[in-house]
């Protein structure tokens, strides 16, 4: 369930956060204002909860070390140009050209170089130093921390253009780390664009446009075509094509009409609509997609916390190793100018930047992809964990179905096949089983002149069926129980090929057989060979059916196994029992809610704008389409592939880069490429999974 927000809590949305450790440090300075309760900042998203009484001016000079803007959740956030934001950068790779150029001319030796090169690191990298003295005041140690002890080494022992390069290059990597984030959470950015800040109002008789957040529940929403609808609602007046490809991630347009529903982000293709509004604009689908997208990385994924247990131990080792290289070798004989530049190059090939980064880069990638295709992964615990299960449990009606059964055979026992269907049809009117819609729209389609019988006394009769008096005789409709003597074929044939037999008769005679059966999606069979083919080993149909209709549809899926005749609890037991526990329950997030909830991911079917499924399934496909299993399955696996690879990057590159101490070949320049090197490599791999489908 979502937890609901303390009555304290408020979000805002945050510019300027370019680092994950920046992320890190401004939550921390956010929870030591007065007031403050409880802070914590989503990287991922830009966004800031913070649970107590502050003011924004306050917030942002908590973020001042990096020029932090702070903004209401719902305002539109200012988007400056890139080179506009990282202006400083361009002015200190002049001033170290002027300073190349002063050297050549001059000679290295000349003042005008050094004081080029000084004024280059100091425009550079003044927010690196206001956070790296800071924190040195605190004895906190990230990699602003580091970067700027090398810095001020390197001036101290001389190396003025050395240490105008590193910032530069530094400030690079941030600029260009900044920007793959910005690549990354474009996705969710593109959700929260879809859907049209005002719209045109009937209230009260009177039309106006006015603002999404000034609409309320029960106003009449005007729609033209080619419009994008502004709020969730359900049609009162008109028929349309509606492209759902924003919430639902489905290509083709859904044909609607009076007493459907809609949703906001939606486009409205062919035909005027008049809809009445059923959700607040902070209740729409979309917006609980948005919020879910934007919070999903506050549940961590397991390679994350690993990461980020890893790197708590992993930079106070890379100062001690500095230290150890800088002191050491001079006491047995070494020049310590030589070893403190070497110890220097230490702190800076040793930046944690590119490991801290390398799994929540992919893991906002994946999710905000999978949003953009109709998926809804609420967070990168779940994500990772698709991509470890090994079987696949699926309800069958909805799902691996079609969800609506449909006639497939029938066969008279009579010659007086008109008046048999006469009488079916009469029956049938007055039923509300879901089978009794099946034959009426058979019935409709193949006999269409045949006319509905007068029935009177109509009964139902609690599991076998239905009867009545029709022209002065009891007429029957229901199963094969419900009637004596019923022969064999083809009552016998239907039910081995799973279907459900209803049969018609009188006191005397069985007039006709109608076989039923629930048909499998198309594209169900398909589905089932790709998820063998991305090497999920089972997948089993729960499903409360006979075993017969059961069996039947494992043999045509081509499914490992089938589990028929189950109430909503056996379900239950079975994910529980599973031998392994690596299972997936998918079904429609409503009646299979205890399965879902018991197994390792839950994912739920057609959940645009069913708030349980939205609610207790990890994964939602917003469509009603099982399609997407494959795909999910898919951009999880490779998403553990990326971050084992980036995993792997960022450390196997500091390894090489600190092996380069041995025979004193490591330079501040090598320390900071490897560095910037593999932070963008990182990155860049990461943004591969945009290109999943």
């Known amino acids: 369930m979502v937890k609901p927000m303390p009555s304290n809590e408020q979000t805002y949305r945050l510019n300027g956060i370019s680092c994950a450790n920046c992320a890190k440090t401004f939550e921390n300075n956010v929870k030591d204002l007065d007031g403050v309760e409880d802070a914590t900042v989503h990287f991922a998203?830009?966004?800031?909860?913070?649970?107590?009484?502050?003011?924004?001016a306050d917030i942002e000079k908590a973020g001042s070390f990096e020029n932090i803007k702070v903004i209401t959740e719902h305002t539109d956030p200012e988007k400056e140009p890139f080179w506009v934001r990282h202006d400083n950068v361009l002015l200190a790779i002049l001033l170290l050209a002027f300073g190349l150029t002063a050297a050549?001319?001059?000679?290295?030796?000349?003042?005008?170089?050094?004081?080029?090169?000084?004024?280059?690191a100091l425009i550079g990298g003044l927010s690196l130093f206001q956070t790296g003295l800071r924190n040195l005041t605190k004895a906190r140690f990230d990699m602003k921390?580091?970067?700027?002890i090398a810095v001020i080494g390197a001036v101290l022992i001389g190396e003025w253009r050395e240490a105008a390069v590193v910032v530069i290059l530094f400030a690079i990597s941030e600029a260009l780390e900044?920007?793959?984030?910005?690549?990354?959470?474009?996705?969710?950015?593109?959700?929260?664009?879809?859907?049209?800040?005002?719209?045109?109002?009937?209230?009260?008789?009177?039309?106006?446009?006015?603002?999404?957040?000034?609409?309320?529940?029960?106003?009449?929403?005007?729609?033209?075509?080619?419009?994008?609808?502004?709020?969730?609602?359900?049609?009162?007046?008109?028929?349309?094509?509606?492209n759902q490809a924003a919430v639902t991630g489905e290509s083709i347009p859904a044909e609607k009409t009076a007493g459907n529903e809609v949703f906001a982000g939606t486009i409205n293709q062919d035909g005027f609509l008049e809809i009445e509004v059923t959700k607040k604009t902070e209740d729409t689908t979309i917006a609980k997609i948005i919020h879910m997208v934007e919070d999903a990385q506050s549940e961590r994924a397991p390679a994350q916390a690993f990461v980020d247990r890893f790197a708590a131990y992993y930079t106070p080792a890379i100062i001690a190793i500095a230290m150890l290289v800088a002191i050491v070798p001079p006491l047995f004989g070494g020049v310590w100018s030589t070893w403190i530049y070497q110890g220097l190059a230490v702190l800076v090939v040793g930046c944690p930047c590119a490991l801290v980064i390398s799994t929540p880069v992919a893991i906002v990638t994946a999710i905000g992809n999978a949003a953009r295709n109709g998926v809804l992964i609420k967070g990168g615990i779940h994500l990772e964990q698709i991509g470890t299960i090994d079987t696949i449990a699926f309800d069958k009606t909805g799902t691996l179905t079609k969800g609506t059964p449909k006639v497939t055979d029938i066969h008279f026992f009579t010659n007086e096949r008109h008046r048999t269907l006469q009488y079916l049809s009469g029956l049938e009117a007055k039923s509300t089983h879901p089978l009794a819609n099946a034959v009426l729209d058979y019935v409709k389609e193949e006999e269409p002149d045949v006319a509905a019988a007068d029935v009177q006394s109509f009964t139902t009769v609690h599991g076998k069926g239905i009867q009545g008096e029709i022209d002065g005789k009891t007429v029957y409709a229901g199963s094969p129980d419900f009637f004596k003597n019923v022969p064999d074929h083809p009552i016998v044939n239907y039910q081995e090929e799973g279907k459900t037999v209803m049969l018609c008769g009188t006191d005397k005679d069985l007039l006709l057989a109608v076989a039923l059966r629930d048909e499998p999606r198309e594209e169900s069979k398909n589905v089932i060979k790709k998820l063998y083919d991305l090497g999920i080993k089972k997948t089993v149909m729960l499903t409360g059916d006979h075993k017969q209709t059961a069996k039947a549809l494992k043999n045509d899926l081509a499914l490992t196994d089938v589990k028929a005749g189950l109430l909503p609890e056996d379900k239950l037991h079975f994910v529980k029992e599973h031998e392994n526990g690596n299972i997936a329950m998918i079904g429609d997030g409503i009646n299979d809610t205890p399965a879902l909830a018991a197994s390792k991911v839950g994912m739920a079917m057609g959940s645009a704008g069913t708030d349980s499924a939205l609610e207790t399934a990890d994964v939602a496909f917003m469509g009603d389409d099982v399609t997407k299993l494959p795909y999910t399955v898919k951009l999880s696996r490779k998403t553990l592939a990326i971050i084992k690879e980036n995993i792997s990057f960022a450390i196997g590159i500091k390894i090489l880069a600190l092996l380069l101490v041995i025979p004193g070949w490591l330079t501040l320049w090598i320390a900071i490429f490897a560095d910037m090197g593999a932070t963008l490599l990182v990155t860049l791999n990461a943004l591969r999974l945009m290109r999943i489908n």
Do not use: W
């Not at 998203?45 to 924004?56: A, E, L, M, R, Y």
């Not at 050549?104 to 004024?119: D, I, M």
């Not at 080619?226 to 609602?233: H, S």
């Open 45 to 56: 998203s830009s966004k800031i909860n913070v649970v107590g009484d502050t003011s924004i």
């Open 104 to 120: 050549f001319t001059f000679g290295s030796a000349h003042y005008l170089p050094k004081v080029l090169y000084g004024f280059s």
């Open 145 to 148: 921390t580091l970067m700027t």
């Open 178 to 242: 900044s920007y793959s984030m910005d690549k990354a959470r474009s996705s969710i950015r593109s959700l929260m664009q879809v859907s049209p800040n005002n719209a045109h109002i009937r209230r009260n008789g009177q039309e106006q446009t006015m603002a999404v957040e000034d609409i309320a529940i029960g106003d009449v929403m005007l729609v033209k075509p080619g419009e994008r609808i502004a709020m969730d609602g359900t049609i009162i007046k008109g028929a349309s094509s509606i």
